[in-house]
């Protein structure tokens, strides 16, 4: 079984390849059956999740991702989020790699808010806010460069050191960064605001969003979850990675509980938008929003790649022999 540490399977994974094999395996799909999700006590009275999500493709691939979020390592100067992937053989069960499940986490997430930002967010698109300061919220900027004009990067996070640090990073990338500490008047000035947090209560209101705006919410992954007010989604067309957002994201179950948004209202998922099937962006000043909670067919289409370019890598080298 080969093993792939954090440095190869980031190296494996650039995004002008990962973001296309996203949107293949969306297209043509694969077996994803419902991630088992757990709550266990953490340190100080926390609550923590742990998650199990297996995806495959019968005859050829099987993989298993276990992830354990732990809200409260924040504080501790810690990453929210640490997980392991192991990919098999699926035609014999013959484990074939183990992987950073971490990476292929970060990685995958924002490949796909690139994804679903190539159909929603305007072309024209030069702003960007983060709002999070995290190891996905750093990936953002990459990804979002990979399908859009990006030129302009602001952060907010909660702790304005952190987002000072990160905009540092970015300006270190040859990036044009920098941290803010007004939420409402960088979310007002930005063509695409993407939300990366472990936020249990709304961080961002409708009313600071300009129209032509798209909105990514990446966190509250739970019921219990929230980054994003009512007003966020009334008015605007609201796409989804796949229909499981509908009943994991206090996001959405918040404002449908209390009729401020219905379910029908649902414009499409990333499936139908990598088919086609579903249109995208319709005109240069309606507002988007797009919801996701993850899936493991991104996690697989990841250690898909991963596998692919080792293999590729392998013939290179018997080539050069």
Same mark, same amino acid.
Request: aromatic fraction near 6%; proline fraction near 5%; include cysteine.
């Given at each position: ?26 297209? +043509? !799909? ?17 609550? *923590? ?24 390592? $924040?504080?501790? !100067? ?22 950073? !499940? ?10 796909? +808010? ?19 300061? !995290? ?21 907010? $996070? ?14 270190? #990338? ?55 007010? #009512?007003?966020?989604?009334?008015? $605007? ?11 994991? +994201?206090? #996001?959405?179950? +918040? ?58 890598? $392998?013939?290179? *080298?018997?080539?050069?022999?």
């Amino acid at each position: 079984m080969q093993h792939f540490d954090a440095d190869a399977t980031r190296d494996a994974l650039p995004f002008d390849r990962l973001i296309p094999a996203l949107r293949e395996l969306f297209a +043509s !799909g694969c077996e994803v059956p419902p991630r088992h999700v757990h709550t266990l006590p953490g340190a100080d009275g926390d609550s *923590a999740t742990l998650l199990i999500m297996p995806a495959w493709l019968p005859g050829r691939f099987l993989g298993i991702k276990t992830v354990s979020v732990f809200p409260g390592n $924040a504080a501790r !100067g810690l990453p929210g989020l640490h997980a392991t992937y192991t990919l098999y053989d699926a035609a014999t069960g013959r484990p074939l790699a183990q992987m950073d !499940g971490d990476q292929i986490t970060a990685r995958r997430t924002v490949a796909a +808010s690139a994804l679903a930002a190539s159909s929603l967010a305007r072309r024209d698109a030069t702003r960007l806010l983060v709002v999070g300061a !995290g190891r996905v919220a750093a990936l953002l900027p990459a990804a979002y460069r990979a399908v859009r004009p990006i030129q302009r990067v602001e952060v907010w $996070a909660r702790r304005p050191a952190q987002a000072e640090a990160l905009a540092a990073r970015w300006r270190d #990338d040859g990036l044009d960064a920098a941290a803010t500490t007004d939420l409402a008047g960088a979310v007002a000035a930005a063509d695409v605001v993407s939300c990366a947090t472990l936020a249990t209560a709304p961080l961002l209101q409708g009313a600071w969003l300009r129209p032509g705006s798209h909105l990514d919410l990446i966190g509250s992954f739970t019921p219990q979850m929230r980054e994003a007010d #009512d007003a966020c989604f009334s008015g $605007a067309r609201v796409y989804v990675d796949t229909d499981e957002a509908l009943r994991k +994201s206090g #996001d959405l179950l +918040s404002p449908v509980a209390r009729g401020a948004w219905d379910a029908g209202m649902l414009c499409g998922t990333l499936a139908g938008l990598s088919r086609g099937d579903v249109a995208g962006r319709q005109t240069e000043g309606e507002r988007t929003v797009f919801k996701s909670v993850g899936t493991a067919l991104e996690d697989l289409a990841a250690a898909m790649l991963v596998w692919e370019m080792r293999q590729r890598g $392998a013939e290179e *080298a018997l080539k050069r022999r």
